[in-house]
């Protein structure tokens, strides 16, 4: 069974410059996550999706993040513009059922703003 | 607000002792629990799922939850230099408009 797929791995822009990543779940996950970590904290929910609707977005920076779920499979993460403090990892993960479930990550893009 | 406390470590395990990670949650709604294991560089991997009081076992990683006390903690056997990482520790309500809280996670290296 093929795994959570993440793109790019790598991303170095600079500040107020956009950048995307995409996450394509593990076949027949109805929910999606993205999560946000930063170097030497746990990851943090930024998006969680059920299907192709939201089901939690509270600690998503809306005015310069945006995400989507196109036909409750594939999903793209956005930026823009990127702040200094966005340097994390960016994680993507899935789950058969609803969160509570068991969750598996995708490898994780490492997004650094200079 | 919903927290998972961990502590952040570094605990130093010798080769083939018992590593013994704990994990405190605020919220009393929790109901599932989960491990993952983080290598540096690399993504959670989950390693072991909990949601009833009592002890569950899987190879050598033991998962306990006590919820009266809020309490889980992962145990592993015969530690090796492999078991070498970040243990993350998660918990929420197990309906689908709850999300997992992680915690920070605690280092742990195991001394050869």
């Known amino acids: 069974e093929a795994g959570v797929a993440q793109s790019p791995r790598y991303k170095i822009i600079e500040k107020r410059q956009s950048v995307a990543f995409w996450c394509n779940p593990i076949?027949?996950?109805?929910?999606l996550y993205w999560y946000q970590q930063i170097l030497g904290q746990g990851p943090k929910l930024l998006i969680q999706?059920?299907?192709?609707?939201?089901?939690?977005d509270s600690q998503l920076p809306k005015d310069r993040f945006s995400a989507e779920r196109l036909k409750g499979v594939d999903s793209t993460l956005k930026i823009q513009p990127a702040k200094l403090e966005d340097s994390a990892v960016y994680l993507c993960?899935?789950?058969?059922?609803?969160?509570?479930?068991?969750?598996?990550f995708g490898p994780g893009t490492r997004l650094t703003v200079t | 607000q919903k927290e998972v406390e961990q502590n952040s470590g570094p605990l130093s395990v010798p080769e083939g002792a018992i590593a013994s990670l704990n994990c405190t949650y605020s919220?009393?709604?929790?109901?599932?629990f989960f491990w993952y294991r983080q290598y540096s560089g690399k993504s959670p991997e989950l390693i072991m799922s909990?949601?009833?009081?009592g002890d569950k076992e899987d190879g050598r990683f033991t998962a306990q939850l006590n919820k009266a006390s809020q309490y889980v903690s992962l145990l592993i056997r015969d530690s090796q230099p492999s078991d070498s990482a970040t243990y993350l520790c998660?918990?929420?309500?197990?309906?689908?408009?709850?999300?997992?809280?992680f915690g920070k996670g605690t280092r742990l290296h195991i001394l050869p």
């Open positions: 993960a899935s789950s058969l059922l609803a969160s509570s479930y068991e969750q598996y």
């Open positions: 076949s027949g996950h109805a929910t």
């Open positions: 999706f059920q299907n192709n609707g939201v089901v939690d």
């Open positions: 919220d009393r709604g929790s109901q599932s």
């Open positions: 909990i949601y009833s009081n």
């Open positions: 998660a918990g929420g309500a197990m309906n689908r408009d709850d999300k997992i809280i």
